[in-house]
C-alpha cells in the first residue's frame, strides 16, 4: 500500500483552482481527468472527461448530483448518469467509466492515475 | 477462490435468459454455452415475421457481442454429446472436453412428428428454427397448395406462415375436433374457422392423417375416412416433445412421457444439474411457452448463486393474432357448472366471441375466451390473477370498447401496484408508474427500454401504453408533479417557496426545503426559479453549477464539445456595420455560420475558452447576448410591416424590437418564442408562436399559445384590437401566470392545453382579472426587465466567472485536442459521434 501511494499520486492543481460542487478538467499524463469537488458532502472525486456513450471529452463540465445516497455525475449532452465513486452508469447500459483516487494535503490536490 | 463454472446446453431464448441472469448475479462465475444451432439465441417466438418485415438481424436477442463482453464462452454448431455425471464434465461433438461445477440443460424441445408413411418426402418440413423457415421459403416458391397437420396455436402459425408465403389455398388438419383445442372451446373454434376461411385458410377438423402421397414429393394427404386432399407442401406442427435424450442418456430422472424432472428450484434428480424451458418437467407439465420458461431461468440463476426462488407454476394465459384475427386464452378457459358460471357472447355476424367463467357466488373472474375482438385482454387477465371483484353486472365486460362512458382508466385505477403487468420480464404495475413519473418516460418505448416491460412476447404493450397514458394523465389532473428525490414539491409550490423565504442560491434552497444532494432534474429547474424571481446574474453566487449545460457557459453546447453563439438581433433587423462583425469574428475564430429560423445569426464551433474573447469583441460592437442557450424569450421575429411593405398596417418591425428588449432574458419554464406581423398576411408567421401579434385596421391582435416543433399548433386569439400599451400589458400578465404556474419544460402550448377551461379561462385571468392578480404580475414583470443585465458582459469583465471558460484548468491556453471538425461547402462543420464504447 505504501510503495503504491508513492509511486502513483500525482500533484493534479491547487484547492483554489477547483470549484465547489462542480467539475473541472485537468491535463495528467495526456489523460483529460475530471475532478469533482462535492462540497456538500465534503468529498473529492476523479474520473475519465470522457463520457463513454458518444465518446466526449466532457463530463467535467457536468452536474453532480445524488441517486439515494450515491454520488454521480451527469453528461452534460444526454444526461446519462454515472456513480462518482464506483464509476458504474445509473441510466441505462452505458460502460462504466474510470475512477481515480484523490487526495487533498495543504492546500494542493493529488490524483493516483494508476489503480 | 476460482469462480465455479457453469455449463449451459442449449442456446435458445430460455438458455439465452439464463445467462442474462446469471451474468448479473455474484459472486462470478464462468459461463460456458454449447448450442446446436450455428447462430446464437434469437427471438423464436416472432418466427413467423422472419417471413415478413423481420430479418435475421431484427430477430437475435442480444447484441453482436454480448457473450463476449460479457466473458461467456459461447460454442455455436457444437451439440454436447456425452455428459460424465460422475466426474463433472461434459463432452462436444467438436471434442470439447468442459468440466461444470453446475450444468443447466436448456435443450428446448423438438417438433412432435406423428408416425405416418411418407414423412421422409421432398416438400415435408418441420417448423422450429430459422433453418427450418430457409428451407420452407426455398420450397415454398414452387408451390400452389399448402397443409399443416396441426391445428394448435403453432401449427395456425405456421399455416399464416405459408399463406404469408403467397401459398393460395393453404390448409389446417386438426386430429381434434377443434382447433387449438388446449386454449379454447368448440364454440370459440367455430367462429375462429369462420374468420381464418374467409382469409383463404381452410381448416379439416377431426382428420386422422394415414399416408402422406406422392412419389419422390409431396402430392397429397391421405386421412383415415377415405378422403384425400391435394398438397405441394406440408409441415407438421403437431405439437412438440422435451428434447431429454441427452439427459436420459446422463441418466436423469425423465417423466413417464418425457421430459426432465426438476423440484421447485428448476433442479434435477442430480443436483449439479438444472433444466430450464420446453425440456423441464416440472409438476407434470410442459410448460411450452416463453414466459414461464424465463421464469425458469431466472429461479435456475437465483438457486445457483445461492439465493432463493421457487418456481410455483405458471399462468399459460395467452393472446395471438392469427391473421390478423385476435384469440385469447385465459385464467381457466374451460371451467364449467357448478364450479363456475359462463357468460358467452356469440356473434356470428361480426365474427366475435367471448366467454367469461365467473365464480359461482358471481364476485370473482376465474377465466374465459375470446375470439375476434380481444382488445380487454389484459385487463380481464389482471382481474383473474389479482382476484379483482367484478362489477355488479359483469355481462358489461363483454362489451369491451363500447363501455366508453365508464371514465377511462377505472380499472387500472383498481389494479393492484404489484399486479404483474409483463410477465415475461415480471414487471409490475408500480415498477411500471414508476417509469412515467420518477424516470419521466412519456411512452411506452420509453417504459421499455426503462424496465424491459413489453420486450418479450409483446402481449402487455397495450396494457403498458395504457398504463403510461393513464399515469400521465393522473399527472396532469392532480398535480402533485414532484420534482424529484431531492424536492418533494411540484414546481410551482417550489416556485412560492422561494419566493417566500427569499432564498438566492441553489444550496440555500436544497438546505431549506429539499434532501440530499441535488441532482441534474431539480438543478437547473430550481435555477431556473431563482432567475424568474430574482433575475440575477445567473452564474454569480456559485449558482453556476446547477445551470443546465447551456446555461451554465451561456452558449448551445453542440457535438464534439464546442459551442454556437448567438448574438441578439431584436426583430431580426441589423446594420451592415454590425453584419461585418459577425463576419469578421466568424472569421478569427473560424466558426461556421447559419441564419436561424428566428432571423438571427449562429456561429457554430467555438471553443470554450474563445468564448470570452469572441464576446468581448462583439459587445464591443454592440451585441448582447440572444439567450439561444436558455430557458427564456428567444427571439421576436418580424416582417417589415409599414416602414416598407405596400400592405403593412403599422410598424411591426419596431414593436418586434421593443418586446423583444422588454422580455429579453427572463427565464421561464421553457423558451419562449414571438413575433409580429404587420398586416394579416402574417409573413413573420405570429400564430405559431408563444405569443403572436398581428397588425389590423384598429390596433393589434394578439395570439398565445402557439407552436412550431414536434406538435405544431396554432395560437389562439386572446385580445384583438387593441393599442401597444395595452398588448405589452397583457402580455406582462400572460408571461407571468405561465413563469408562476407552468410544470417544468412545458411549452405554453402544452401549458394552455393542461388548463381547465382553456383559452376562455385564461382570457379571464388575463384581460378581465379574474384573479385579481394583474397588478401584482405587472410589478413582478417591471421588477425583472429593470433588473436586466447582459450576461455575457458581466462574465467577461468579472475575472471570478471569466476564469471558468477553460478547458484544462491546468493548462487554461491549450484547447481539447480531441475536437474534430470536417470541411463541407466551405465550412466546418463538427465530426460525427464516435462510436460508443459498449459495455
Redesign the interface.
Known amino acids: 500500500m505504501e510503495t503504491l501511494s508513492i509511486t502513483s499520486w500525482k500533484l ?2 491547487r484547492v483554489e ?6 467539475g ?5 499524463a495526456d489523460q ?1 481527468v475530471a475532478l469533482f469537488y ?1 462540497k ?2 465534503n468529498e473529492w472525486y476523479a474520473t475519465q472527461n470522457e463520457c ?7 463530463l467535467s ?9 450515491q ?2 455525475i ?1 453528461c ?2 444526454h ?1 446519462k ?1 454515472f456513480a462518482l465513486d464506483t464509476g458504474e ?1 445509473l441510466s ?5 467509466i474510470k475512477t481515480y483516487p484523490v487526495k487533498v494535503e495543504n492546500g494542493c490536490v493529488y490524483i493516483a492515475l494508476q489503480n | 477462490m476460482n469462480a465455479k463454472k457453469v455449463v449451459i446446453i442449449g442456446n435458445g431464448m430460455v438458455g439465452h435468459r439464463f445467462c442474462e441472469k446469471l451474468s448479473k448475479k455474484q459472486p462470478n462465475f464462468e459461463l460456458v454455452v454449447f448450442g446446436e444451432e450455428p447462430i446464437p439465441a434469437y427471438d423464436r417466438v416472432h418466427l413467423t415475421d422472419y417471413l415478413g418485415k423481420k430479418t435475421l438481424d431484427d430477430l437475435f436477442l442480444a447484441k453482436n457481442k454480448w457473450y463476449e463482453e460479457n466473458n461467456i464462452e459461447l460454442h455455436l454448431h457444437d451439440p454436447i454429446l456425452q455428459i460424465n455425471t460422475a466426474e463433472k464434465c461434459v463432452i462436444s461433438q467438436n471434442g470439447i472436453q468442459t468440466p461444470y461445477d453446475y450444468l443447466v440443460f436448456a435443450t428446448g424441445s423438438a417438433p412432435f412428428a406423428p408416425v405416418i408413411p411418407g414423412l421422409d418426402k421432398e416438400g415435408v418440413f418441420l417448423y422450429r428454427t430459422i433453418e427450418d423457415l430457409d428451407r420452407i421459403k426455398a420450397y415454398a416458391a414452387t408451390a400452389r397448395k399448402g397443409a399443416v397437420i396441426g391445428g394448435g396455436l403453432l401449427g395456425l402459425e405456421a399455416a399464416k406462415a405459408l399463406v404469408d408465403l403467397g401459398i393460395q389455398e393453404t390448409a389446417v388438419v386438426e386430429f381434434a375436433p377443434r382447433l387449438m383445442p388446449r386454449q379454447i372451446d368448440d364454440m370459440a373454434s367455430s367462429i375462429l374457422q369462420n374468420k381464418l376461411q374467409a382469409l383463404g385458410l381452410t381448416c379439416f377438423l377431426q382428420k386422422s392423417t394415414t399416408q402422406i402421397l406422392g412419389d419422390q414429393q409431396i402430392t397429397g394427404l391421405a386421412f383415415a375416412d377415405d378422403t384425400q386432399l391435394e398438397s405441394d407442401i406440408l409441415i407438421i406442427s403437431a405439437g412438440i416433445k422435451p428434447r431429454d435424450e441427452l439427459a436420459k442418456a446422463a441418466g436423469l430422472t425423465l417423466g413417464p412421457r418425457g421430459g426432465i424432472l426438476v423440484d421447485e428450484h428448476m433442479r434435477t434428480s442430480d443436483p449439479a444439474i438444472f433444466a430450464i424451458g420446453e425440456c423441464a418437467l416440472y409438476n407434470d407439465m410442459i410448460y411450452g411457452l416463453v414466459a414461464p420458461g424465463y421464469e425458469m431461468a431466472s429461479v435456475a440463476a437465483t438457486t445457483i448463486s445461492g439465493e432463493q426462488q421457487r418456481f410455483t407454476g405458471f399462468d399459460m394465459s395467452t393472446k395471438l393474432k392469427l391473421m390478423g384475427v385476435d384469440v385469447a386464452s385465459f385464467g381457466d378457459p374451460f371451467i364449467t357448472e357448478p364450479h363456475a358460471r359462463t357468460i358467452l357472447l356469440e356473434d356470428k355476424n361480426k365474427g366475435i366471441y367471448k366467454r367469461l367463467n365467473i365464480s359461482p357466488d358471481g364476485t370473482r373472474l376465474l377465466g374465459g375466451i375470446l375470439v375476434g375482438e380481444a382488445a380487454s385482454y389484459n385487463m380481464l387477465l389482471q382481474t383473474v390473477t389479482n382476484n379483482m371483484p367484478l362489477p355488479e353486472h359483469p355481462e358489461t365486460l363483454l362489451l369491451g370498447e363500447q363501455s366508453e362512458s365508464k371514465p377511462a382508466g377505472a380499472g387500472l385505477e383498481a389494479l393492484p401496484d404489484t399486479a404483474l403487468i409483463c410477465s415475461c420480464e415480471g414487471i409490475t404495475k408500480a415498477q411500471i408508474c414508476d417509469a412515467v413519473t420518477q424516470q419521466g418516460c412519456e411512452h411506452a418505448d420509453d417504459v421499455k ?1 426503462c424496465t424491459k416491460a413489453g420486450s418479450g412476447c409483446g402481449g402487455c404493450v397495450p396494457m403498458v401504453k395504457d398504463l403510461v397514458a393513464y399515469t400521465l394523465k393522473k399527472q396532469g389532473k392532480y398535480i402533485r408533479n414532484t420534482i424529484c ?2 424536492f418533494n414539491f411540484s414546481r410551482q409550490e417550489l416556485f412560492d417557496l422561494i419566493k417566500i423565504h427569499e432564498l438566492r442560491t441553489y ?1 440555500s434552497v ?1 438546505d431549506d426545503l429539499g434532501t ?5 432534474v ?3 429547474l430550481v435555477s431556473s426559479l431563482l432567475a424568474s424571481l430574482w433575475n440575477e446574474m445567473i452564474l454569480s453566487k ?1 449558482n ?3 445551470q ?2 447551456n446555461d ?2 451561456l452558449a448551445n ?1 453542440q ?3 464546442t459551442y454556437s453563439v448567438v448574438p441578439r438581433i431584436p426583430g431580426g433587423e441589423i446594420t451592415p456595420e454590425k453584419l461585418i462583425v459577425i463576419g469578421e469574428v466568424a472569421q478569427k475564430y473560424g466558426l461556421y455560420t447559419k441564419i436561424t429560423g428566428g432571423q438571427r445569426i449562429d456561429l457554430f464551433g467555438a471553443y470554450l475558452n474563445d468564448l470570452p474573447l469572441i464576446w468581448e469583441e462583439l459587445i464591443a460592437a454592440g451585441f448582447e447576448s440572444g439567450h439561444a442557450y436558455g430557458k427564456a424569450l428567444r427571439t421576436v421575429k418580424s416582417c417589415v410591416g409599414s416602414t416598407w411593405c405596400r400592405f403593412g398596417l403599422h410598424d411591426s418591425v419596431s414593436f418586434a424590437i421593443q418586446i423583444e428588449e422588454r422580455y429579453r432574458g427572463i427565464r421561464s419554464p421553457h423558451k419562449l418564442k414571438s413575433a409580429v406581423s404587420g398586416c394579416i398576411r402574417e409573413c413573420a408567421e405570429a400564430q405559431s408562436k408563444d405569443f403572436g401579434i398581428i397588425a389590423t385596421e384598429k390596433g393589434w391582435n394578439l395570439y398565445v399559445c402557439g407552436n412550431g416543433g414536434s406538435k405544431p399548433q396554432h395560437a389562439q386569439l386572446l385580445a384583438s384590437d387593441i393599442d401597444s400599451a395595452t398588448c405589452l400589458r397583457y402580455l406582462d400578465r400572460f408571461l407571468m401566470f405561465y413563469i408562476h404556474t407552468a410544470d417544468p419544460l412545458t411549452r405554453t402550448a402544452t401549458w394552455l392545453n393542461k388548463m381547465e377551461g382553456g383559452i376562455e379561462y385564461l382570457r379571464n385571468v388575463v384581460v378581465e382579472d379574474s384573479l385579481d392578480m394583474a397588478a401584482t404580475w405587472e410589478k413582478e414583470m417591471d421588477a425583472l426587465v429593470a433588473a436586466y443585465q447582459c450576461e455575457w458582459k458581466v462574465a467577461v469583465s468579472d475575472p471570478e466567472i471569466r476564469k ?1 471558460f477553460v ?5 487554461p491556453a ?1 484547447k ?1 485536442e ?2 474534430k471538425f470536417e470541411v463541407m461547402r466551405g465550412q466546418k462543420k463538427a465530426a460525427d ?7
Open positions: 493534479a492543481c483552482d477547483t470549484i465547489e460542487n462542480g473541472i478538467c485537468l491535463k495528467l483529460q462535492f456538500r458532502r463513454p456513450h458518444k465518446r466526449q471529452m466532457i463540465r457536468g452536474m453532480i448530483g445524488s441517486l439515494g445516497d454520488p454521480k451527469a452534460p449532452f444526461k448518469t452508469c441505462g447500459d452505458e460502460c462504466a | 427500454k428525490e431531492h444550496d436544497l440530499g444532494h441535488g441532482c441534474e431539480c438543478k437547473p456559485g453556476d453549477v446547477a443546465d449545460s451554465r457557459f453546447i457535438r464534439g464539445g471558468r478547458h484544462f484548468v491546468n493548462a491549450e481539447d480531441t475536437v459521434w464516435n462510436a460508443p464504447v459498449t459495455p
